[in-house]
């Protein structure tokens, strides 16, 4: 009885020295420079979103805070940077619906695992997307492109930056629910994606008001609708899909998320946490998020948890039904 009495006390003094070494290790993070690694290019809207809050978090910890910048290959360039990077939480990584909920369902082999290598702290924000089309083009809603793509099968066109984004994926499931046969076309990167939408090159495109905002504001392009449950607050006079007569309920959204290295000590991951929340209540953020219709995500960790499974549950619903694949 005295030997188990002893060895339970040992581990209780065990668990109570690393327990007391997790809390020291959180309240002193960070100790040197901080890097988040993004997989969006200089100047797109995820990436501003993520720069205000590195400045944001560089004075909240009397820290260097830098922004990577790594684009391309399916954001598979950021994501190897990370795995490769300081696993104590002075690396960070933004990663977006697509990486998380998406890309597990679309590629049969990916070169990470969403369980294993991320623990997903919190979402910087949501957003919606808008159906573009030239302000020269015929069309006046997005019933008139249905008609005219069940009118003309394979002749219309809509456009993306990639396999598998949610700009492809929610214009190949309209083509789905509607019973319609589009061409996918890929651009470069999203600049030339609108370009292409205001020279009339594309019938439309979905887009974010951060991607395709500027050839908005120019009025190059227009916006015949909102993939979105109701009207945007910013945009009144632009209708949901429902009301421009697509199909009721037509949803098609992003969201990006910071995440941190797996198996961080919960003390760390809920002061980064914590710090980001703070961070994101301020009054920069908002008009940030209102210049690019981006919405505030506030959810705890464990509802999180719960949303992207929610989220892959039905990418996974959108690529069956499209066929998407990537692999």
Known sequence: MRKTSKLLMAAAFTAATALSAFTVQAQTFPTKPVRIITPFPVGSGPEGVVRLLADKLSRAWG?????ENKPGGNGFIAIDAFKRGASDG?????????H?????????????????????????????FFVAVSTESKYKTVGDIIADAKANPGKLNYGSWSVGNPVHLGSALLETVTGTD???????????????????????????????????RAGKVKYLAIAAPKRLANFPNVPTFGESGGPNGFE??????????KGLPKAVA???QRDIEKALSEPDFKEKFSTFAYEAFPQTREQFAQYMQTESVRFADV???TKASLD
Do not use: C, R
């Open 252 to 261: 098609v959204s992003g969201w990006t998320a910071i995440a941190a290295p």
């Open 63 to 67: 820290q260097p805070v830098v922004v």
């Open 100 to 128: 998380l909920s998406a890309y597990p369902h679309l590629f049969k082999k990916l070169p990470y695992d969403v369980q294993k290598d991320f623990d997903p702290l919190l979402p910087l924000f949501k957003t919606y």
């Open 90 to 98: 002075h690396d960070l990584i933004q990663l977006d619906n697509v």
């Open 270 to 272: 809920d002061k980064i």
């Open 182 to 216: 589009m061409q996918h076309v890929i651009y470069k990167e999203t600049s030339m994606l609108y370009t292409g939408v205001a020279n009339n090159e594309l019938s439309f495109a979905m887009g974010t008001n951060a991607t395709a905002g500027a050839m908005q």
């Open 319 to 321: 690529i069956k039904k």
